[in-house]
């Protein structure tokens, strides 16, 4: 089993520094593992030697996690760096080995928490995250509409474009803003590029800790409540990818393929028989369908559940085949049966034999069966001719 954990962790739980110092400080050289020169991605086992500065680092006891929130006023530097004046640890003078979680500029003041537990920082700082701070800004002259829409919007600094953030005029010089990121200096930078100068910045908000009533300068325990949000909010601050996009889930989807019926059916086929009882596909050929869809010949069954060629077999009254003029079976459109067809024309022609139109043509016939019926040719013709009266 591999009880190794990454060396910046290892330093960190010792309570030296944040991990994100740590890094820096293997890249400074000035850490060594096993007396060699340590870099990024080492990894500590149980009984390795660590030492930053010439100084061994000895796995610590697991401590109580200690997370502070201080009221920092301007002057004091962020860093734990003793030897610089002023700066936020020997400020605090907690007993214990804390490290602050970000920044906040000297010549501001305002919000900011401090810890023992490493982990917990990159988790809030991340910028993927979209975890919001939020701060009070005084400005040297008056603020109009057009201010705080470029504020909102994003301001070019740094080589890039800030992103959208939340800007709310509180007074004639003063406003309120809500970040997600954290550029240097990023709001004394955003107002300079539009003419403007900070005179005054104060964090009230980071993510669910608030400033409220904390006086200037002093410090406090965060609470049950205020920690149990804290920690919710920053689960799954360690899912996100790489590309900052949530990471996809696995398995790819599979296609749904519809499920055949008893009789063997697909719905698109149920479609087109409708009610009918089983039709038989044949292609033009007469063989029966595989594959693609051609045309094919429909046999409906009679009221009493029987086709043609089962009445047949019954010794009922046998059924004719349906054919086309020409004498072929019928493969296209359904048409009369013949036998139908022969047996009406029967009857209308024992009815009348007269034909079906009396057209000009047909004129001259009539009139000779019309002589025929009174007798000569043209007789009442001859008698004037002959000038009998």
């Known amino acids: 089993m591999d009880n190794s954990i990454s060396l910046n962790k290892f330093i960190s739980d010792t309570g030296y520094c944040s991990r994100r110092e740590a890094d820096n400080l293997i890249t400074e050289g000035r850490v060594l593992l096993n007396n060699r020169p340590a870099v990024l991605g080492n990894r500590y086992k149980p009984g390795d030697t660590v030492e930053v500065d010439?100084?061994?680092?000895?796995?610590?006891?697991?401590?109580?996690?200690?997370?502070?929130?201080?009221?920092?006023?301007?002057?004091?530097?962020?860093?734990?760096?003793?030897?610089?004046?002023d700066?936020?640890?020997?400020?605090?003078?907690?007993?214990?080995?804390?490290?602050?979680?970000g920044r906040l500029d000297k010549d501001s003041e305002g919000l900011i928490l401090l810890t023992n537990d490493g982990d917990i920082i990159n988790k809030i700082l991340r910028a993927d995250n979209n975890h919001e701070k939020e701060y009070i800004v005084r400005v040297n002259k008056p603020i109009d509409g057009a201010f705080i829409h470029?504020?909102?919007?994003?301001?070019?600094?740094?080589?890039t474009v800030t992103l959208p953030c939340k800007v709310q005029p509180m007074g004639r010089q003063t406003f309120r803003i809500t970040l997600t990121q954290g550029l240097n200096r990023q709001i004394r930078r955003m107002c300079e590029h539009l003419g403007y100068a900070v005179v005054g910045l104060q964090?009230?908000?980071?993510?669910?800790?608030?400033?409220?009533?904390?006086?200037?300068?002093?410090?406090?325990?965060?609470?049950?409540?205020?920690?149990?949000?804290?920690?919710?909010?920053?689960?799954?601050?360690?899912?996100?990818?790489?590309?900052?996009?949530?990471?996809?889930?696995?398995?790819?989807?599979?296609?749904?393929?519809?499920?055949p019926s008893k009789g063997g059916f697909t719905p698109k086929d149920r479609?087109?028989?409708?009610?009918?009882?089983?039709?038989?596909?044949?292609?033009?050929?007469?063989n029966p369908q595989t594959g693609k869809k051609t045309e094919h010949t429909t046999t409906t069954p009679s009221k009493g559940g029987f086709t043609p060629k089962d009445r047949e077999q019954a010794g009922k009254r046998k059924s004719t085949k349906q054919v086309t003029k020409d004498g072929k079976p019928q493969t296209g459109k359904k048409t009369e049966r013949t036998w139908k067809k022969e047996k009406s024309a029967q009857a209308r022609?024992?009815?009348?034999?007269?034909?079906?139109?009396?057209?000009?043509?047909?004129?001259?016939?009539?009139?000779?069966?019309?002589?025929?019926?009174?007798?000569?040719?043209?007789?009442?013709?001859?008698?004037?001719?002959?000038?009998r009266r």
């Open 150 to 159: 470029q504020m909102s919007t994003g301001v070019p600094i740094l080589d």
């Open 203 to 259: 964090r009230v908000r980071i993510m669910n800790i608030k400033l409220d009533k904390l006086a200037l300068g002093k410090w406090r325990y965060l609470s049950d409540a205020e920690l149990s949000t804290l920690m919710e909010s920053i689960t799954d601050s360690a899912k996100v990818s790489p590309s900052g996009k949530p990471a996809a889930r696995g398995g790819k989807r599979t296609e749904h393929k519809p499920t």
């Open 271 to 286: 479609e087109q028989t409708g009610k009918r009882k089983s039709t038989k596909y044949v292609t033009k050929d007469g």
């Open 87 to 101: 700066n936020i640890i020997s400020f605090v003078g907690y007993p214990k080995r804390i490290f602050p979680i």
């Open 349 to 387: 022609k024992g009815q009348n034999n007269r034909p079906e139109k009396n057209t000009g043509k047909e004129k001259k016939g009539q009139e000779s069966r019309r002589e025929k019926r009174t007798g000569a040719e043209g007789s009442f013709k001859n008698y004037r001719s002959k000038g």
């Open 54 to 85: 010439g100084s061994i680092i000895t796995a610590a006891k697991k401590e109580k996690r200690v997370y502070l929130a201080l009221n920092k006023p301007t002057g004091i530097t962020t860093t734990t760096e003793l030897h610089i004046k």
